[in-house]
């Protein structure tokens, strides 16, 4: 063998030395096409453990191995990323769902770039593709889409790169009739939450430098030519690379119409005071002596009208801490009025609720008296903090949503921590319960692989993505979690006549 013979053996040695514990997938391609060389984590990645299994050229890759894109289209021959790199195209991240043909559990997504390597004079020696198991990303990516978008708290995220809205959930299209496609991809100037808000400037240069909008009253323009009157309020979050702003929103339609209704005439007063949903109080200016209260008032704090009547809220403890209504009564003396002042009230049985009080000072029957509009704001604020609870946490730890997350998530639809036993159980595939009932009987990867006739390098993908799904880290913490739901250890399933088992 001569010298010119040698050399690019020996330099292929070396870029595979360099590779080969890279925590990338290599698979290296020579110009004829055929498949030469992949490092161990390209292998795990496809569920093999030799290159000879990934097919040894195109053909043979795509007889294997079917490739999809996201929206469910199959790659045509000549779409196959290692068509591509032969034909000498340059591409990155391109995203695709890989399945098997001779293993219907094996399901991952993967993100692929090409690299061509050249000699001294230019011409191709190696093709390489790069490839990243991305399948726990997009998998934790549709948990969170689903989760949001049932999320009770109205919400829309926005891309402060370009101030347009990524994403809206059920919420906020039901309370406004917005349709999706009318919301998504437009810009905070077409859809403006912060319209008519009564700190709308220092709001606009909040989002454009990506702080905190504090909450506020807005008007919302609708679809249908109609204003709705909300609060909202603006945190930034993290979605993959971008900075975001989540706005969330409470309607404050209830109160106006009712604030309304109160207004429109003394002789109608009675009334409207009496059957407005929300609770309301009729204090005096001197004192602030409850002079009324409402029916709604009535079932929110327990107390009976003559039980607070011609008393003063500290006399019967109607609000948790004395200090918040200490600030709050000063607002009132001092202005006459306040909006949405946030505060604990506590009702007879000793039950805190979280609500936000408007008052303003209104001429009744000829006497000059401060009327108090109460809404509880528990169930929203307690939704709306775990949304953003859950979205702070994982950032701490990674760009991309995390099962823990969209647990917490999950919550805000069970707000009692209630959970049925083994109703997560429904997220195994059969052969992940076969897998996870093997390890309950104490079996390790090579006597689960033997059981099950499966390559080990098979069943550690079944475990890793198994352990991603149950939220454990360790084999004991499995089998806890497995046996309080009644898995045991394996039970062999049961075939069905004139088909083949898995």
Request: include cysteine; charge should be negative.
């Amino acid at each position: 063998m001569n010298t010119s013979d040698a050399r690019p053996q020996a330099d292929r040695r070396q870029l595979q030395q360099i590779i080969a514990g890279l925590t990338e997938g290599i698979i290296l391609i020579d110009p004829d096409g055929s498949i030469v060389w992949a490092n161990e984590t390209a292998l795990a990645i496809h569920g093999v453990e030799t290159v000879d299994a990934l097919g040894g050229n195109p053909r043979g890759f795509r007889k294997k191995f079917k490739l999809t894109y996201r929206n469910n289209h199959a790659l045509q021959a000549d779409q196959y990323p290692i068509a591509r790199i032969i034909a000498g195209e340059l591409f990155s991240d391109v995203i695709v769902e890989v399945t098997r043909s001779d293993d219907e559990d094996f399901r991952h997504m993967h993100q692929v770039r090409s690299l061509i390597l050249t000699d001294a004079s230019g011409a191709s020696e190696s093709l390489a593709l790069v490839v990243q198991d991305v399948t726990e990303r997009f998998s934790a990516e549709e948990r969170f889409e689903k989760t949001f978008n049932a999320n009770p708290a109205p919400a829309v995220i926005c891309r402060l790169a370009d101030l347009r809205y990524v994403k809206v959930n059920q919420g906020f299209l039901e309370m406004t009739g917005y349709a999706r496609e009318n919301v998504i991809g437009r810009s905070t100037y077409e859809v403006d939450v912060l319209e008519g808000a009564d700190k709308r400037e220092q709001a606009i240069v909040n989002l454009n430098e990506g702080r905190t909008i504090g909450q506020m009253e807005a008007t919302l323009q609708l679809p249908d030519g109609t204003t709705k009157l909300v609060i909202v309020a603006g945190q930034p979050i993290e979605i993959g690379e971008e900075n975001c702003m989540l706005f969330t929103f409470m309607d404050m339609e209830p109160r106006r119409k009712a604030e309304d209704a109160l207004r429109h005439t003394e002789e109608r007063f009675s009334k409207a005071f009496r059957l407005a949903p929300v609770p309301m109080t009729v204090s005096s200016l001197d004192g602030f002596v409850l002079m009324d209260v409402n029916d709604a008032f009535v079932a929110t704090t327990g107390y009976e009208a003559e039980e607070v009547v011609a008393r003063q809220p500290e006399e019967i403890g109607l609000w948790s801490r004395s200090d918040a209504y200490r600030k709050l009564r000063a607002e009132m003396e001092t202005h006459s009025s306040v909006r949405n002042y946030e505060i604990q009230l506590q009702t007879k049985s000793g039950v805190a609720v979280d609500c936000l009080v408007s008052a303003e000072a209104v001429t009744i029957h000829g006497e000059r008296c401060l009327l108090s509009v109460i809404q509880d704001i528990t169930e929203r604020k307690r939704s709306e903090v775990e949304l953003l609870a859950a979205i702070e946490a994982v950032m701490k730890d990674t760009s991309w949503f995390s099962r823990t997350v969209i647990e917490k998530l999950a919550q805000i639809r069970q707000p009692n921590g209630a959970q049925q036993a083994g109703s997560d159980l429904s997220e195994l595939t059969s052969r992940e319960r076969e897998v996870l009932g093997l390890i309950c009987q104490g079996y390790d990867n090579e006597q689960i692989a033997e059981a099950l006739n499966l390559a080990p390098n098979t069943i550690r993908n079944h475990v890793a993505t198994l352990y991603s799904k149950i939220g454990v880290h360790r084999r004991s913490a499995a089998i806890v979690w497995a046996r309080e739901r009644g898995i045991v250890g394996y039970e062999k399933p049961k075939r069905r006549t004139g088909g083949t088992a898995d």
